[in-house]
C-alpha cells in the first residue's frame, strides 16, 4: 500500500466520520427509543409517533435509513461537499461549488448558536442516522460512518436542485484552473437540452368542490425515488404526511389534519451575478466597489479526491467579494453571485410550516423568508386557498436589468434588504374558486383574478409561460363539483397542448411539398386528424412526440443566444424559422428510425414508453428484455400535465422513463381528512420486497391508493409495528 494512501485512510479514520460508538451513546439512543413507534401500513409505508418532536425526527431519520440509506447518504455527501472522496475527481468541482458558500467551519457556529428546540431537532437527526448504523452493521457506508447534528444545516433545501444548482460546475472549473476563457461558458443548465423538471399545484376552494372542503393536488416532477412517503406525529402537535426528500427532517410537500402546501421550483429572480473590476497590488487581488478599493476575501479550500485506490489532496484559493464568492469570468471581469445563504432560517421555516394549522399559521411561517427556490400551492379546512411566488426576494433598484450580471462597481446594485412577503406576488381566495402554478408565470394563476404584474418589479417574477400552465388553466376554468377522483381525472387530462401549433404547421408544409410517398402520406394523415390526446393506442402520438424532439433539436441548435427558448416561444420558432423542407425531411427521418429499430412506423405510443424499475440502485439500468409497463403519459414540454420524462438507453430500443410524476397526492380538507396518493414503483427500494413494484401498475394507469392518515385506518392490516433498533 502506497504511504500516501496510508496517511489519507487515517486522515480519514482520524475525523469526526469514525464510526465507533460509545458506551453512553448507545445507551441513550436505547432509552429514547422506548417512546417511539413505527407501523408499517399494508403499503409499507411508516407512520411514525413520539412523544416530542426530536423523538418523532429520530424515528423519521431511521425509517429513511431503512428504506433507503444509500440515498440519504448519497444526499449528505453531495451537500457536504465530499462527492469525489467516492467518485473521484469528476466530482472535484462540484465539491468545491458546495464548499464556496458553506465550509463546515461556519455550518458548526451556526449549529452552536441555533435555539435550543432546533438543537434538539438536528440532535434527533444524527441519533435516528446513527442509531440505523449501529443496530445494522452489515450496513457500510461509502463514506459517512457517523452522522453530525450540524449536518441537515448543509441540506436546508429539498428541492431537487435548489439555487447552488444555478452555478454552472463547467464556469467554476474553468475560473479555477486559470482557463479564464473569455468567451462565455453556457451554464449546465444551458449547455444539455434537458428534460423539464418541476411540479404542478392545484387548490380548490369549496365553492367548486363537490362537498363544500378545499381541495389540493400535489404533484412534483422529480427524477423518481426522489423523494419517500411516510407520515411523522407527535405529542407536541406535529401530524403531517407526504413526501420528504431522502435525509431531510421535515416534510417538504405534503399536508397536516389542517392545511397543505405543495412547492413548485420557481423562476422568481433570487439570486444576481456581479461583474468585478478586479487590481492587483504586490500580488494581491482588489476589487473596485464606488470610490473604494477592497481587498478580495481569500479562503483556503482544500478538497479530498478518489484517484484510483489512492486518496489525492487539491488546494483552491477561494476568492469572495462582499457580493459572494467568485464563480467565474468572462472579458476580463470576475464575476461573483450573491444569494440565500441563511441555512437556519431555511431549516427552522420547513420544519415549522409543517405544524401550521391554517393559512394565517402559515403565512407566518412565510416571514423567515428562507425559502429561495420555490413557488407554494395551499389550501386549509377553514375554506382558504392561496399561492405565494417565491418567498426570499431581494430589494433592488429597478433601473438595472436583473436578468444579467450587473456592474458590481456600482454601489446601487448592491442590494437593499429583502421584501417583506406582503410584497411579494402572491393570491389569496380568488374568486374564481381555484388557482394553479406549474412552474409557468404567477400572472395566469387565476386566470382573470391573477396578480396584476403592473404592481410588481419585474424581477420578482420573470417566469414564463409553458403548456402545462396553459393546459392546468384550461381544465381548472369551467370545472365545478371536484371531488378527490374528479381533481385526479383534471391531473392526468390527456391533451398535449405544445402540438396544437406545430403540427398544423408540418401538415401545411408536407402539402406545400413538392414530392410526396405512399409512406408520408399516410404518416401526415394520422397527424392532421389526431385529437393531440396522448394514449397508449396512438401511432399519432409517437409520431408527434419523435418528431417535436427532433424539431427542438434543430431549433435550439440554430436559435441565437438573445432569443427567449421557453416553451411556447420554441413553438413559435419551429413552425416561422425552419423550412418546409426541414420539417417534411425530420419527419421521413422519424419513419426511418422507427421502422429500423421496430420493424414498422406505425408502432404504439405504449409499445415505445416505458416504466421498468429493476435494481433499485441510484443509477437505474434499463433492459428491453426484462419485464415492463406501458405508460400513456408523455414529456411535460408538451404540456402533459402527469408528466413522464423517457429516453432510450444505451442497449434499448424502448423508452424508459426516470422524471416526472413521483409522489402524486389529493387531498380533502373536511372534518375528517381525505387523501389519496402515488409513487413511482413501491416504498422500498429493494428488490426483493414486495413493496418494490406493488405501486408500479397503478402508476402507469393513473390510479391511486387511500391515504391512511388516522392511526385507526393505518394499524389495521399493518405489516407491523415496532421500534427502532427491533
Known sequence: MKPFFIFSLLLIAGSAWSQSFSAAEIARWKAQVQGISITRDKWDIPHVSGKTDADAVFGMLYVQCEDDFGRVEDNYITAIGRMAEVEGEAYLYQDLRARLFL????????????????????HAFADGCNYYLYSHPEVKPRLIKRFEPWMPLMFSEGSIGGNISAISVERLKAFYTKNHSTSWIKTDREA????????????????????????????????????????????????????????????YQGFNENCGWMHTSSAADVLDEYLETIEWKEGK???????????????????????????QQKEFDAYHTHH?????????????????????????????????????????AMDWRGNASNNTVFAD?????????????????????WEKPVDGNNPQTDWQGLHPVKETVQLLNPGTGWLQ???STPYTAAAAQSPDPKKYPTYMAPDAENYRGVHAVRVLKDATDFTLDRLIEAAY?????????????????????GEKTPRMNEAIELLRQWDFKYSLESTATTLAIYWGEKMLSYTRYHLPADEPNDALSLSEHIIKSSSAEEKTKQLNLVLDELSRDFGSWKVAWGEINRFQRLTGKIKETFDDQKPSLPVAFTSSHWGSLAAFGARTYPGTKKRYGSVGNSFVAVVEFGPRLKAKSIVTGGQSSNPNSPHFNDQSKMYTEGKFKD????????????????QPGQ
Open 103 to 122: 465550509d463546515t467551519n461556519r455550518v458548526k457556529d451556526i449549529y452552536l448558536k441555533s435555539p435550543a428546540w432546533m438543537k434538539k431537532l438536528l
Open 192 to 251: 444539455r437540452e434537458w428534460e423539464p423538471v418541476g411540479s404542478n399545484g392545484f387548490a380548490i376552494a369549496p365553492g367548486k368542490s363537490a362537498s363544500g372542503h378545499a381541495l389540493l393536488l400535489i404533484n412534483p416532477h422529480t427524477t423518481f425515488y426522489f423523494r419517500s412517503e411516510l407520515q411523522v406525529r407527535s405529542e407536541q402537535g406535529l401530524n403531517v404526511y407526504g413526501a420528504v426528500t431522502w435525509g431531510q427532517f421535515f416534510i
Open 285 to 311: 487581488p482588489f476589487y473596485r466597489h464606488g470610490d473604494a478599493l477592497k481587498p478580495l476575501r481569500i479562503e483556503k479550500i482544500k478538497l479530498w479526491y478518489k484517484d484510483g485506490n489512492a486518496m
Open 324 to 364: 459572494g464568492p467568485i464563480i467565474s469570468e468572462k472579458d476580463g471581469k470576475w464575476i461573483s453571485i450573491s444569494m440565500m445563504n441563511e441555512p437556519y432560517k431555511a431549516l427552522a421555516q420547513s420544519f415549522l410550516r409543517t405544524k401550521a394549522n391554517g393559512y394565517k399559521q402559515y403565512n407566518k
Open 381 to 401: 379546512s377553514k375554506g382558504n386557498i392561496a399561492y405565494w411566488h417565491g418567498n426570499f426576494m431581494p430589494r433592488r433598484n429597478p433601473s438595472f436589468d
Open 437 to 439: 402554478n406549474c412552474n
Open 493 to 513: 387530462e390527456p391533451h398535449l397542448p405544445g402540438f396544437e401549433s406545430i403540427v398544423p404547421a408540418l401538415v401545411q408544409a408536407y402539402q406545400q411539398s
Open 707 to 722: 391515504v391512511l392518515f388516522y392511526p385507526e385506518d393505518y394499524q389495521k392490516g399493518a405489516n407491523r409495528t415496532y
